[in-house]
């Protein structure tokens, strides 16, 4: 089942083969417009990027990464481990993204962002999920600065719920708010995104587990896209 919305400026597809976490994505993000929601892979998402979570090292060995290695090629990992190296002296911290072409057609680019320092490690007490899917989200605007309307569409799996361990609902949720903070602000570092996102969030695991927090921007600088 597809879930249609209003598009604004980039389409957003959420897949997953997990049910779970699409009935999740689909409470969490009811009201929000611009939305596609389906259960299935990720690699039949025909859009201009596809957002793969990794670790820190962007070794494609598990998981989503995994498939999206088998299917675009062992050119993919060393791509992004590539952008790693040269962005980010080979550690692509939680709360970064890399975006690098992806060799096909569709899609265009791969979004790598880190949910997990190793490969396998539990998340499920952390604000990772938050991080990743706005690092993730920002990447974009800063790849359609560079080339404008390089990414018009981008597909996104239920980031940490497998591998990571995080509860659907808590996943559904700190994507929701990853993604609102796309159409709020354009953060030109990433030190402050995290710094932001963490200082907003602390505490949350005493919230309600239904909660949605929408992160409020940094004052004193308008939006860019």
Known sequence: MTENRAKPGLRVVLTDVNQRVVD???????????????????????????????????RMDGGVDAAIKRHLGAGIQLRVQRAIRDGFAGVLPVGSAVCVPS?????????????MVESAQNVSETLNVALACAAAFQAVHRQNR?????????????MGAQTGRVPARVCANLMWTGHTLFHDHCFEDDDELRSVITAQLDGIEDAPVAQRVRIVPPKGRSFRS
């Open 146 to 158: 560079q080339v404008p309307g390089g990414i018009r569409s981008v597909a996104l799996v239920g």
């Open 24 to 58: 999740e994505w689909r409470a969490a993000f009811a009201d929000t417009p611009g939305i596609e929601i389906r259960r299935g892979s990720i690699l039949d998402a025909d859009v201009d990027a596809w957002v793969t979570p990794t670790n820190s090292r962007g």
């Open 103 to 115: 060799g096909a057609t569709v899609p265009r680019y791969v979004i790598s962002t880190p949910t």
